[in-house]
């Protein structure tokens, strides 16, 4: 609103040279993939990669925001809560604004199809910047849903669930399908019982398996939704490997497949963001899809885990277990998290539990947990000489967590030139953390938005939000950066600029 009230006061040239001298240019690289270079090239002098992000963001009343999802999210034969049916996987228009308690994390709303397919263009236009101005070091961050409907997430979410429930209710016990290592031949015997053979029969044509054991299950679409689905996936793919993609892929596939063959192509890696628990089990499903796909000689393609969740490491493992099984590089990155108020928020309206852990503490605890579990099973396959199997992102701005990081690195002999463990923060923010990794030789990346001024001003907004809070944790960040403006004032050095010599890792 501030904002806004400026450029009216202002003008547009005024209003866009004061945001360029301030808060636009402290948190936003540039306008375009030419004019963000040299602040690439500034951090790269202190070893320190990039994370871009085309930082451009409809700016919708609640109103507009609630329509649209609520529209997108309900299949054609409308939203029949049936016997059986998980709740959570279904709209509810009191929290169809998704930016509803989320500062940290863009939010895409579905209008069109043509729209997904704009994204896409967008995703691949960032990952060209990436490839001319990262020499090879470079990262993109993309979300699935700017890539399609959000009811096809909730469906195959919903479906993925389901599954998941009934087949533990199968074989018995708890954890997800592949800990088991249940064969389709076991669950054969154990449905041999069912008077309905041939049902039982067209079931298990539905499953995914390989020689040690079941995956998780899918189901099909309506043939429109279908077709949709088939797009989404198409777009995907396209960014990671630039090739048209073959037509006998499913729609919303076609679209995902279109941004990892420019990725692939471009030799620039893809981090899939995290989203809401309703939408995860699909994001999950398709990025492994992609994963076992073109992760093939390197980590290519990054799924997000969220550690404010109670299950993060039971699907971090299970998910570690299928690419060990299938024999293809993992990628992940690990964040505390973006929709903790939300979450919790909708599980008590909805009457569903809770999926977030009960505090700071215990969500530092899982994110610790986690990365233990990736370090110890980065060392077994280094001591096996099957190197860089694993490749893991800590992304915090939390200074415990990092240092965490770097014990365990060091308890593992795992060194920062294996280029298995990376860090990562926003920014302008948390620098007093990642400019040291990046001296240091560690792989330290920044997370960095660009896009003209007026088109960023939700991105602003959302930061501004997110600092006024941040701001009364990070007790040591101000006194540090009030010791080097009084450095500056006392030395006379008011338009210093440092400059490095370093090489990132």
Known sequence: MLMKMCKGMLGEKLFVLL?????????????????????????????????????VEEDLSQ???????????????????????????????TFADRRYKVQSARTYF??????????????????????????????????LTALGRPQLLLQLSEVIMRARKYMTEIVGGEGNVLSHHMTIKDLEVKLSKIKDQESVKKFLTQITADQQGMSRLITQLSPKEEEMFRNMIR?????????????????????????FQAAQDMDVRIMVDAE????????????????????????IVFNTYQCYLRNAFDEVTTDLEQAKRQNFFFGAKLVRGAYLEQERARAAALGYAD???????????????????????????????????????????????????????????????????????????CDYITFPLGQSGYSAYKYIPYGPVNEVLPYLSRRAQEN???????????????????????TGKWWYTPKGDYTPV
């Open 110 to 143: 579905y209008l069109n199809e043509a729209t997904c397919e704009r994204n896409m263009e967008t995703f691949i236009k960032c990952l060209e910047a990436v490839a001319g101005a990262t020499y090879g070091t470079g990262i993109t961050a993309i979300k």
């Open 19 to 55: 945001m360029k001298a301030t808060f636009y240019g402290h948190f936003v690289a540039g306008e375009d993939q030419y004019k963000i270079r040299p602040t690439l090239e500034r951090l790269r002098s202190f070893g320190v990669k990039p994370i871009l992000d085309y930082s």
């Open 63 to 93: 109103e507009e925001a609630e329509k649209r999802e609520v529209e997108a999210s309900v299949p054609e034969g409308g939203d029949k809560v049936e016997q059986g049916s998980l709740k959570q996987y279904h709209v509810d228009k």
């Open 468 to 490: 006024k809070g941040m701001l009364k944790k990070i007790k040591k960040e101000k006194r540090l950066l009030l010791s080097e403006i009084t450095r500056r004032l006392a």
């Open 355 to 429: 999926p977030t852990n009960p505090n700071f503490e215990a969500t530092s605890d899982m994110y610790h947990k986690t990365l233990t579990e990736c370090l110890r099973r980065i060392k077994a396959f280094k001591d096996l000489g099957e190197e860089k199997k694993i490749a893991i992102m800590v992304a915090s701005h939390n200074e415990d967590t990092v240092r965490f990081a770097i014990q365990k690195m060091k308890e593992f002999g795992i060194e920062p030139e294996d280029k298995v463990i990376c860090f990562g923060q926003l920014l302008a923010m």
């Open 235 to 259: 777009r995907m793919n396209t960014i990671v490997k630039v090739r048209s993609a073959p037509t006998v892929v499913s729609r919303i596939f076609r679209i995902f497949r279109v941004v």
């Open 276 to 299: 809401q628990t309703y939408f995860q089990p699909a994001i999950t499903r398709i990025t492994l899809e992609f994963m076992r796909k073109y992760n093939k000689d390197k980590a």
